[in-house]
């Protein structure tokens, strides 16, 4: 297709974005569903403080592994959106056998960070009642680490070829048998010993082993995937192909470190203050998690679609593409914004019936609501520049609004203006709206180069 090809018309291209992003959506929140499932099952048994502190600590971990298996095969994502966008679908499968390098090579460091958690509980201080508790956990979780980064892979594989309904399959299977695995292993039936806490880390891994064979199943067997021959053969590693995949997606790894960095130092630092305000801000940053959800699953979406016009050689079409899902974008984060703002008290009591953290919750919850414009922005933003292979220039871009802007304001605000938790919301809520500023004008250029240009982001790439 050439590139002054209209876009398409504006409501196929909502409608189109709006089929890849709900069953990543809801995939996404029934992933979240697994943590939550496992706080409310761990909180049910008899030792419940030291189980929940271990899964809070060695999910924190688990997390900052994942960040980096996440960030790094997410480059997967655009480089098969844009071969299938220009109807090259074995090249498509070709990079995914590389991207089965990576994610082996991801794999090893993974399950031995896992594996050895406790040793680094240490290091960090942690509780000493928490860290055998912690270690038993980690260690029956950590042979799901390798099996997590295969998982990651099929998925962004499947996303960027326009197919997003196998994350929502795994999504949901994971919930749905995650609570009776967590029956019989954390609380010892149908035989089984009572292993608590680290029966919980037994029945995730055995979940995700469970989705990373669903998968491969699913992507051998559907007509769909026929095209791209994923499994036709075996590759050796091509350096120069993992080159190119290291290239676009470990800037994205250094990204979501960031980010996450961001809300973690801003979890310790409110835990100076005391127990009730970190138990307000876990209610006011867990409800807005569940939110986020529905911009990350958009913000996938928005990469596909953009890749693909590039794919075809139709910059007018990306940057139509990702203006439309700026706007979707938008549209999901008022509504999450509005009952933030009309429910607090409703959303509060789902999470604890204290008076006292409520009161609290309830005004970081108005915070939250104004949060959620340009956190919804960041991370579509984010997306839409990934589709263009674009990451190293936002990674820089989080580094300077996250951290200089975010962590620090945040910090003079709650420790030297004596605003408490609420000055750590209003470091982060900076933070993102800085993010957002500048990754729109960088998308803004971006696409406009890339139009000048007559040239798609692959053979145009970013400084």
Not at 24 to 39: E, K, P, S, Y
Not at 155 to 168: A, D, N, Q, V, Y
Not at 267 to 295: C, D, E, K, Y
């Amino acid at each position: 297709m050439h590139h002054n090809t209209p876009p398409h018309s504006l409501w196929f291209e909502v409608r189109r974005t709006l089929q890849l992003a709900a069953p990543v959506m809801i995939g996404l929140v029934a992933g979240f569903a697994m943590n939550f499932i496992d706080t409310v099952m761990a909180g049910r048994l008899p030792e419940k403080e030291v189980a929940l502190a271990a899964l809070a600590t060695g999910g924190a971990l688990w997390s900052a592994g994942l960040m980096v298996v996440i960030g790094t095969l997410m480059a997967v994502q655009p480089a098969v959106a844009q071969l299938d966008g220009a109807g090259r679908h074995a090249e498509a499968g070709a990079t995914t056998r590389q991207g089965l390098w990576l994610a082996l090579a991801l794999g090893l460091p993974f399950f031995l960070l896992v594996y050895h958690g406790g040793k680094l509980l240490h290091l960090l201080d942690v509780d000493p009642a928490i860290i055998p508790v912690a270690t038993g956990y980690l260690q029956a979780l950590a042979p799901g680490a390798p099996l997590m980064c295969l998982v990651m892979l099929q998925r962004f594989f499947s996303e960027g070829s326009g197919h997003t309904r196998p994350t929502m399959y795994i999504g949901l299977g994971g919930a749905a048998l995650n609570i009776p695995l967590n029956w019989v292993l954390m609380y010892g039936h149908l035989g089984f010993p009572a292993l608590g806490a680290t029966g919980c880390g037994y029945a995730t891994a055995l979940v995700i082993g469970l989705q990373a064979v669903f998968l491969a199943a699913y992507l051998r067997r559907h007509r769909h995937f026929r095209p791209f021959a994923l499994f036709s053969r075996w590759d050796g590693p091509d350096l120069a192909e993992l080159r190119s995949l290291l290239a676009v997606g470990l800037p994205i790894a250094g990204t979501l470190f960031v980010e996450g960095s961001l809300f973690v130092a801003a979890s310790l630092l409110i835990g100076r203050l005391g127990p009730m305000p970190t138990a307000s801000h876990l209610v006011a940053i867990n409800f807005s998690a569940l939110a986020f959800m529905i911009p990350l699953g958009l913000g996938s979406a928005v990469t596909t679609r953009v890749g693909n016009a590039l794919g075809r050689n139709d910059p007018e079409g990306a940057r139509h593409a990702g203006w439309v899902g700026a706007g979707i974008v938008l549209a999901t984060q008022s509504l999450s914004a509005t009952v933030m703002l009309v429910f607090p008290m409703a959303i509060v009591s789902i999470y604890t019936g204290d008076p006292e953290i409520a009161v609290l919750a309830v005004s970081l919850l108005s915070l939250a609501a104004i949060f959620q414009l340009p956190d919804g922005i960041q991370i579509c933003m984010a997306g839409i520049l990934r589709g263009y292979k674009d990451t190293l220039v936002p990674m820089w871009v989080n580094v300077v609004s996250y951290w200089f802007v975010g962590l620090s304001l945040g910090y003079w605000l709650t420790f030297s203006r004596g605003l408490g938790p609420a000055g750590m919301w209003w470091g982060m809520i900076a933070g993102l709206s800085v993010g957002a500023v500048l990754l729109t004008a960088r998308f803004s250029w971006r696409s406009r180069r890339a139009i000048r240009d007559g040239l798609s982001g692959r053979s145009a790439p970013a400084p």
